[in-house]
Each structure stands twice: as C-alpha cells, then as structure tokens.
C-alpha cells in the first residue's frame, strides 16, 4: 500500500503503482525526500499535520517514523510562530535524540510546501495498550517506572526542555530490553519562566496538566512530574485521569488514595512510601510539588525511602543500588550499592542441591541449614571475609557495621560513624583494618582492635559504591556514583590518583591478584581495565546488554568475571578481551560475583569455581571450565546483594534484603 501525504485526505491508503489518490485525487508520493515510502497514519496532530509510519529505503527499509507539518494557521505571525516552534522540536529533538531513552532525530526537510521530520522507530506498546491488555501495576512497578523515567527527564529539564504531554500513551516499553522510552515532543518548549502556547490551543492532556499549564500556559520542570504523578495514578488505579477532572476539575488529587483498590496490600514489601512520593508529585500547587527530578529521585532511593537503582535506578538500581542513586533499575527497585542496589521482595525458598560429577574441588555442603546472623536494623548491602576466615564483616542501610565471629555465631563489635548508609566494606589483607564506603560519599578506615576510625577519606562527590584493598595492602581503592574511581594511601589517608573515562556510575571495584590492575564495572554497560601505576586506561570490554553491577578476578589473573543486571555473568580473557563464555541461570540481576580461592591441590589447577548472588534470591555455584552450574543454595526471602568467601573457600556469607541478616553456609572441599 501507499499512502497519501495530503494531511485532509480522507482515506490516505492507496493499492501500490497507484500514481492519484482515490480518496482525494492529490499526487502520491512513492518515495518521500527519494528515500522514506510512508505505509499509513500513525496520528492525527490537531490540525497541524499528521504522523506517518515509513520506511526508510536506504537502511534496507527499516521502519521509522514520519511527522508531517501542515497547520491550518491564516494568520502570518502566528503561522510563522508556529513554523518557529516546529523547527525548535527538530533541534531539540537532535539535541535530546543522545539519549537512549528518547528516540534518535534521523531527518529534517521541507517537501511540496510541507515540513517534515523523521524519527526513529521505537518499536514495543505504550503504557495505556499495556493496561487495556491486563497487566496490572502495583506500587513495585511504580517504582520501577520512576526510577526507568525521571533520569530521562532528568536529562531533557538540565537541556532547557520540558515535555509538557507526558502520560501513558507516549511512554513506550521498548521490545528489545523492556526499557521506557519517552516519545512525542511535539509539544516541547525551550524552558524559561513564562511559556505560553502561541498556536491556538493548551498543549497538553485533560486530567494529566497540572493548573499552571492548563490556566496560563507556563510550564516548568515540576509540571512534567505532576503528569508523571497523574500517570502513575492512572497505572494503579486504572481510571482515567480525564475523567475525575471532568467531574471534580484538580480536587481529585487530594484525595488520589480513596480510588485504589487494596494497592496497600499489594503482597510487596518496599522500602519506600510510595504514597508519600506521588502525594508530593500531585500537589496542585506548584510551590508545594517537586521541583526536579532529582529531588524524587533522592527520595525514591535514598532511606528512609528506597535504597538504590539502584536502578534504578536501580539503585538497578537496582532498583539494589541501580547502585542507589537513579536506578536503575525493575520491580520494587532501589538502587542500593551493588549489591544491595536494587530491591524487590521474593518468596522463601527452600535449600535446593544440584550435583554435577565434573564440578571442580568436589565441593560439598556441610550442612542443610546454613547459619543465621541477625541484629542488623535494615537490610545487608555488604559482607566481607578476614584472612582469619572467622571473621566476618558485614554494611548495613542502618548506618553501622558489625563485625562477626562465625565460630561461635556472636557479633563482635559495632562500628559507628558514618551518616548514611554502608554500601561497601572490604579488610586489610593484614586483617588489621576494615574499609567501609557509604552513600554519605566518604570513606572510613577502622582500627580493628579498638573500633577507632583511624582516617576518614573524603573526595568522591556521591555515594561510594565499592571498594578495594590492593594485595599488597598499600593502596585502596573507591569508586562512586559520581562516575569516578579515586586510589587513596592507606598509611596516610591522601588521595593519590582518580581515574575518568566511565560515563555512568562505577559499580563495581577489583584488583588483580598482582595488584597492578584495576577492573571497574559500570552503569554504563561496560567494564575497564586500568594500568593503576599510571592511571591509563588499558582495555574496555563490551558485551552485556544491561548495568554492570560486580567484578571479580580468577585467582590466576587471566579471567575477569561479571555480574549484570541483564541476569548473567560473563567470563573474559583478559590477554585477548573477548568474551570466554556467558553464564545463565539467574532469573534476576546478578549483585555479587567472587572466586572460590586456590587451595591446597587445587593451586596447580585452572579449574575454579565461580560463586554468584542474585536478586532472584539464589546463590549459584559454577564450574567456570564448562560454565555449568554446579549448586544452588537459597535465601530464606529477599534480593542477595552481597556475596563473600572465606579465604580457605570453606564458607559463603551472604547479605541481603531479607529480614536484615546474613547467612552463612560452611562447605567442604574434597580433594
């Protein structure tokens, strides 16, 4: 079929060779511009043209989107005010297109008196199909959803540009990795403190405009959160916005609550009061409503909220950490430092074996229930080991660290200090000092003996998300949401290099085993390795397809695994930086990621086992010579944000989201 490009054609679609509209007699068009062949409409545009899907002839016809300018505008100043601002969409939407999340501008051009602009396609179905298909959005999902968007509008506000349309029909969940794509700036504006609609008509929706916009046209960065705030309303209850506004005009929103049904009672258990972020986001007044994105977004993960994402993120987080700041990101998401990044509740599971009669070491467990730690207030974002293998420290979103004797299951000692919340801890490999990194955006170090903060580290300009000891236990690294990794001295507490090049989020933090190289994993989906003499970037490995959340080095240093968000580990060479194998299994994000020590016999072999932590409530044990899954041991309930093995590889010690402990399994490995 071809389709006619006179925006007042009745019947647009046309059998194809036809060269004269059946409808309306006008020319057609075989290739727009010699390139884009229009299939049909897409969408009226209130008298200023319509919306196309096409084509695109020279990329093997993939399809694209095509937005026909034709207002019905006499008079000149106000047409010419129109053209002005139809120009200003292109540009914005070039400017904005850098975005993953807000489709790319692919053409712009004038053709038989008509402007035109070309986007990409986004191809998946927007939030209002979503609902009129049955799925069902609970205050997890909300989250979720808001930890996905606001960076996106996060984005187009620091750029001078508010959406001023946004509701469930131009929010589209992408096919290709279920990620919310916002669309339709057709009634962008460049930002300034008074915007009005020049072309004859409120720009926005009935029930989802907030009064500032609908009563004077003006609109701002908060106004596009009170749409987001009526969407999400629309999503939990499954009313249309339109329709209370019709009936009771704005006074709906204060009482938003009485039209959800047993949305309390969801059967998930957040960490955020969800109803106190969208009461904020639809307050009518605007003095009164968020003024950025980034103040819900502290307030979705930073306690006593969510924690991120970490999404969402994630804080994936996620939603987990999706690491803690944006998140993120899926299901009752925080972003929580990486392990503890992204959040959602789970069901308890019961201990599950899986023999496998080429898993290396033979490694068995001692007993059917592991040991249980509790006297944490909130949820367990880290764990770390000693060298004494009986000692064990653990992060907590409480504030504080506690230290464990695993022998006789008794805590040792408490350590307070920090602000906000732990996201990391690692020892000294003399044993002698605990490093903890927190979303206060410090660091501290600890004398053991007496629970004294020997040096408080402080450059990071966001919460620290990981952190290292070098083997040799002279150097310690940190990295931050801030999108940076520092090294720091230990014996003096000064920052000795920072290391730039990661365009997201640094997640993750390992040292090789000869301390010469750093690897860091990112948000931003990739992995680095860094020469830590000279602070140069060595090699960046590309592969997953989501956050990357963990890191880790094999003992012999010639593999580097890592745990995402897209639900599986990747093993690399590091000589080549090809990708060895991808391991799946994991039905969630992949928090933590540690290698089972060489020893004994074992130090003459390069078969090691691969121990991974995921928000599926699962610890997975894996034979990384085959990459096939050794074991599984399950949490009571919960998300797994941390995973930790004792350096004679007898004892796995997780933290998690689950009833505030941590558990610990004692295994055996038969030579």
């Known amino acids: 079929m071809i389709c006619c490009l006179n925006p007042d054609c009745p019947n647009p679609l046309n059998p194809d060779r036809q060269e004269v509209c059946l409808s309306c007699h006008q020319p057609l068009i075989s290739l727009l511009r ?22 695109d002839a020279d990329k093997l016809n993939e399809w694209c989107v095509v937005k026909q300018f034709a207002p019905k505008i006499q008079d000149s100043s106000t047409l010419k005010k129109a053209v002005e601002l139809f120009k200003d969409e292109a540009k914005q939407l070039q400017k904005l297109g850098e975005h993953p999340q807000i489709p790319t501008l692919l053409a712009y051009f004038e053709q038989d008196n008509y402007l035109f602009l070309v986007q990409q396609y986004i191809n998946g179905h927007n939030l209002l199909q979503e609902l009129r298909q049955g799925i069902i959005y609970n205050k997890s999902k909300i989250v979720e959803l808001l930890l996905d968007l606001l960076p ?12 001023r349309d946004i509701k469930p029909q131009n929010i589209i969940r992408r096919q290709i990795d279920g990620r919310l794509v916002l669309i339709d700036f057709g009634s962008s504006k460049q930002l300034t403190a008074t915007v009005h609609t020049q072309i004859g008509t409120t720009i926005g929706s009935h029930g989802y405009t907030p009064i500032e916009q609908m009563q004077d046209g003006k609109a701002y960065p908060s106004s596009d959160l009170f749409s987001l705030g009526v969407t999400c309303f629309h999503l939990l209850s499954g009313i249309r916005p339109s329709q209370l506004w019709m009936q009771k005009g704005y006074s709906w929103v204060n009482s938003w609550h009485e039209y959800l049904a047993n949305q309390d009672r969801d059967g998930v258990a957040l960490n955020v009061n969800v109803d106190k972020v969208l009461d904020k986001l639809l307050k009518t007044e605007i003095d009164q409503r968020y003024h950025s994105a980034d103040e819900v977004i502290k307030d979705l993960t930073y306690k006593p909220l969510l924690v991120p994402p970490t999404i969402i993120e994630p804080a994936s987080r996620t939603q987990s950490f999706y690491l803690k700041h944006r998140l993120l990101i899926n299901t009752a998401i925080l972003l929580l430092g990486l392990g503890g990044i992204w959040y959602l509740q789970s069901r308890p599971q019961e201990v599950t074996r899986f023999a496998n009669p080429n898993q290396p070491a033979n490694i068995t467990e001692n007993s059917d229930q592991p040991q249980t730690l509790k006297g944490h207030a909130s949820d367990v974002n880290a764990v770390a080991f000693a060298t004494d293998g009986l000692t064990l420290a653990s992060g907590s979103d409480d504030n504080t660290i506690k230290l464990w004797n695993i022998k006789n299951n008794q805590e040792i000692r408490t350590l307070k200090g920090h602000k906000k919340w732990i996201w990391a801890v690692a020892f000294s490999p003399d044993g002698k000092t605990l490093a903890s990194g927190s979303a206060d955006k410090t660091i501290k170090l600890w004398n053991l003996a007496n629970g004294e903060v020997i040096n408080t580290l402080k450059a990071h300009t966001d919460g620290i998300s990981s952190i290292a000891f070098s083997p040799d236990g002279k150097t310690l690294a940190s990295s931050s949401i801030d999108k940076t990794i520092n090294l720091w001295n230990v014996s003096n507490g000064q920052l000795i290099r920072t290391f730039k090049g990661h365009k997201q989020a640094v997640s993750a933090l390992a040292f090789s085993p000869d301390g010469s190289t750093l690897a860091s994993g990112s948000w931003d989906k990739t992995i680095k390795l860094w020469n830590v003499a000279t602070g140069k970037e060595i090699r960046n490995f590309v592969g997953h397809s989501e956050l990357i959340i963990s890191v880790a080095f094999s003992p012999d240093g010639l593999t580097l695994a890592s745990g995402s968000k897209d639900k599986s580990i990747k093993l690399w060479n590091l000589v080549t930086g090809e990708t060895i194998r991808t391991l799946k299994g994991h039905t969630d994000k992949v928090n933590s990621v540690v290698y089972v020590p060489k020893t004994g016999d074992s130090k003459t072999s390069n078969n090691f086992t691969l121990i991974s932590g995921s928000s599926d409530n699962t610890i997975k044990l894996w034979d990384t010579a085959t990459g096939k899954e050794i074991r599984t041991l399950k949490r009571d309930s919960g998300y797994i944000y941390s995973v930790a093995i004792s350096p004679d590889g007898k004892t796995i010690a997780s933290g998690g989201s689950a009833d505030n402990i941590i558990k610990v399994w004692h295994l055996s490995q038969d030579k």
């Open 34 to 55: 010699g390139r884009y062949r229009v299939i049909k409409v897409l969408s009226d545009e209130g008298g200023f043209g319509r919306t196309y899907l096409a084509e």
């Open 152 to 163: 996106v509008l996060k984005f187009i506000h620091e750029r001078g540009v508010i959406h």
